[in-house]
C-alpha cells in the first residue's frame, strides 16, 4: 500500500513537470530548426539560424532594446520611489501618515485592465502616446511602498537613532544605513517589477502605436501573423521573449515565490 | 540650566517638524504617480460613461444612455456571458488542480523530483501571456501527430479546439489554468509547510488515515489559503485578455471575446470611448463586489480561529 501510493505520487510528479516543460521543449527546438513549415521533432540539424536571422533585422534590435530599456527603467523608478514612499511611512511620523497609506494600499483593488481607456486618453492628451514615459511611468504600484514599508519596519529604531545623533540627515540614513538592510526586499521588488514589465502586454498595446515603440510581446503577437509559415523564426522570438524572465527565475528562485506570496498577503 | 534646557527642546521640536516636512516630500513621488495615473483614470471613467465620446470630437453628456443601451446590446451580454463562463470553467478546476499538486509536491518535497516539479510549475507563470499565447496556438494549430493523437485518444478533434466557438472558450481557459496553477501552487505550498506536525501527529494518534487526515487537518489549516486562491482566480479571470488576444484574437463568432475584449474593441477598434468606459465600469463593479465579499469571508474566517 505505501509502495503504490508512492509511485502515484511520483507519477503526479512526473506528469507536474512534463505537462509544465512540454510547450517550452517544443518552443526551443522548433526555434532551432531551419527547415520552414516541418512539425516533426526530428532533432538532425539544429543550427542558431533563426536566431541569427531576427538579430540581423534593425528593427528587432530596437525592439529588444525598447523591451530592456522600459523594464529596467521601470524597475529603477518603482525601486526608487517604493523606498522613499516605504521609509516615510515606516519611520517617520507625519499627520495622516496611517490614513495615506490606508489610501495608497486601496489602490491595489483597482485593477489596471478596467482603466486602459482613461488611462489612455490621459496619456493622449499630455501628448505622450509612442514615447518611454508613457510606457514606463505607470509601472509602480502600491504594492512596491506597501513590500518597502514591511521591510523597514524590522530595521531597529536603535540603529536609526545613533545615525541620527551623529548628525545624518534623512535621506542619509535611508540610503547609507537602511537600504544595505532592505536588500533582500528590494531584490524581490526588482525581480517582480522587472518581469511585470518585461511581460506587459495590454497597456504597450494600446500606447505604442508606432512600430518604433513595440516591445518584444507585441512583436511576437504580430509576428504570428506575419511569419505564420515559418515556425522556426516565431518560436526563436518567443524564446528570445522567454529567456530573460527564465534565467532570473533560475538564479532567484526563491526571491519570485517571495514576490508571490507578499503580492497575497496584501489582501 | 532651565533656559538651555528649553532651548533644547525648541530645537528638537523644530528638528521633528523639519522631519515632517520631508516625509511629505518622500510620499510624494507615489502619490504623484498614483493621483495622475489612477485617480484621475477613475474619475474619468465615471463622469466620461455618462457621454457620447469618441476620443474625436468632444464628449456630449447622453445621461444614462451608456447604461441602459448595455440591456440591449448583444455585443455586451455575448462578453458578458464569455467572461462568466471562462470564471467558472477557471475557478473550480484551478483551485482543486494546485491544491491536489502541492499537496503532492509539498510531501515530496525533499526528493529530488519533487524539487524539480517545485521548479518547473513556475516557469509558465513568468513567462508572458504572448509566449504562452504564441506557443500554445502552435501546439494546437499545427498538426502535430502526437498532439493531434493525443487529443484523438479522448475523442477529440485537436483542430476544432480553437476553430468552434463553444470549444475555443473551454481552451482559453484551460491554456489560462496551466498557466496559473503555479502561481497559487506556491501559495498552497507555502502555507503547507507552514502547518506545524503536531496536528498531523495528534491526528495519527487518533488513528486517522491519510485521507481523513487531508480532511480534518490539512483541508481546515488550508481555510485561508483556499479563500486567497478563490478570489485571486475570480477576479484575474474576470480580467482575462492578453491569452485570448494572442490564442484566438476574441473568435470564432465572439466565441472568445470577453469584457475587456469587448471594452478594447469598442474603444480602439469602434471610437466608442463613452460606451467603452460604462462597460468596463460595469466590470469594476464586478470585481469591487468580489473582493468586498473576499474581506468579509477572510474576517470572519479569522474571528472563527
Known amino acids: 500500500m505505501k509502495f503504490i501510493e508512492k509511485q502515484i505520487a511520483n507519477l503526479v510528479l512526473l506528469v507536474v513537470i512534463a505537462v509544465s516543460v512540454f510547450p517550452f521543449i517544443y518552443m526551443l527546438i522548433m526555434s532551432l530548426k531551419n527547415t520552414l513549415s516541418t512539425y516533426d521533432f526530428n532533432l538532425n540539424g539544429l543550427t542558431l539560424e533563426n536566431y541569427v536571422k531576427i538579430f540581423r533585422t534593425a528593427e528587432f534590435e530596437r525592439y529588444f532594446f525598447n523591451s530592456v530599456f522600459v523594464a529596467l527603467a521601470g524597475v529603477l523608478l518603482a525601486v526608487a520611489v517604493s523606498c522613499l514612499a516605504g521609509y516615510a511611512f515606516a519611520k517617520l511620523k507625519f499627520p495622516g501618515n496611517d490614513k495615506i497609506f490606508f489610501a495608497l494600499i486601496m489602490t491595489l483593488i483597482i485593477p489596471s485592465e478596467v482603466i486602459i481607456v482613461p488611462l489612455y486618453l490621459t496619456i493622449k492628451n499630455l501628448g505622450w502616446l509612442n514615447t518611454y514615459q508613457a510606457l514606463i511611468l505607470p509601472l509602480p504600484t502600491a504594492l512596491g511602498t506597501f513590500i518597502m514599508r514591511q521591510a523597514i519596519l524590522g530595521v531597529p529604531d536603535e540603529v536609526i537613532d545613533a545615525a541620527k545623533i551623529e548628525g545624518c540627515s534623512n535621506l542619509k540614513i535611508l540610503w547609507k544605513v537602511i537600504l544595505p538592510l532592505v536588500k533582500s526586499s528590494i531584490l524581490t521588488l526588482a525581480i517582480f517589477t522587472f518581469v511585470g514589465a518585461w511581460n506587459n502586454f495590454l497597456w504597450p498595446l494600446i500606447v505604442s502605436t508606432k512600430n518604433e515603440m513595440k516591445t518584444l510581446p507585441l512583436i511576437l503577437s504580430a509576428t504570428k501573423t506575419q511569419f505564420e509559415p515559418n515556425i522556426g523564426l516565431t518560436m526563436a522570438c518567443a524564446a528570445v521573449n522567454f529567456l530573460p524572465p527564465f534565467i532570473f527565475y533560475i538564479l532567484l528562485q526563491r526571491k519570485f515565490k517571495e514576490g508571490v506570496v507578499l503580492s497575497g498577503m496584501k489582501g | ?305
Open chain 2, 1 to 305: 540650566m532651565q533656559a538651555s534646557f528649553l532651548r533644547i527642546e525648541v530645537l528638537m521640536n523644530k528638528k521633528k517638524r523639519n522631519c515632517q516636512l520631508s516625509a511629505y516630500g518622500y510620499i510624494t513621488p507615489i502619490l504623484l504617480i498614483m493621483i495622475v495615473f489612477l485617480g484621475v483614470s477613475v474619475l474619468m471613467s465615471v463622469v466620461l460613461s455618462f457621454t457620447k465620446y469618441n476620443i474625436l470630437t468632444p464628449p456630449q453628456f447622453n445621461e444614462l444612455d451608456n447604461y441602459t443601451r448595455m440591456l440591449t446590446d448583444k455585443k455586451f451580454v455575448k462578453a458578458l456571458m464569455n467572461t462568466l463562463k471562462v470564471m467558472v470553467y477557471i475557478v473550480p478546476l484551478q483551485t482543486v488542480i494546485s491544491l491536489l499538486v502541492s499537496v503532492v509536491i509539498a510531501s515530496k518535497r525533499n526528493t529530488w523530483l519533487g524539487k524539480l516539479a517545485n521548479i518547473v510549475i513556475f516557469i509558465p507563470v513568468l513567462s508572458s501571456n504572448a509566449v504562452v499565447g504564441t506557443v500554445w496556438k502552435a501546439i494546437l494549430n499545427g498538426h502535430i501527430e502526437v498532439v493531434e493523437k493525443f487529443f484523438a485518444f479522448f475523442g477529440i478533434n485537436c483542430s476544432m479546439l480553437l476553430g468552434d466557438a463553444d470549444s475555443a472558450l473551454l481552451t482559453v481557459a484551460m491554456v489560462s489554468i496551466w498557466k496559473n496553477v503555479g502561481y497559487y501552487a506556491v501559495l498552497y505550498i507555502s502555507a503547507l509547510i507552514n502547518i506545524s506536525d503536531h496536528y498531523y501527529e495528534a491526528a495519527k494518534v487518533d488513528g486517522a488515515g491519510r485521507i481523513s487526515r487531508f480532511f480534518y487537518v490539512t483541508l481546515p489549516m488550508l481555510k485561508p489559503t483556499t479563500i486567497l486562491v478563490v478570489f485571486l482566480g475570480v477576479t484575474t479571470s474576470l480580467q482575462c485578455f492578453d491569452i485570448i488576444y494572442n490564442l484566438t484574437g476574441g473568435g470564432p463568432a465572439m466565441g472568445t471575446t470577453t469584457l475587456v475584449f469587448y471594452v478594447y474593441d469598442l474603444c480602439f477598434k469602434s471610437g466608442r470611448a463613452g460606451y467603452a468606459m460604462a462597460v468596463s465600469n460595469m466590470l469594476f463593479l464586478l470585481i469591487l463586489i468580489t473582493v468586498v465579499a473576499q474581506r468579509k469571508m477572510m474576517r470572519k474566517d479569522a474571528s472563527e480561529i
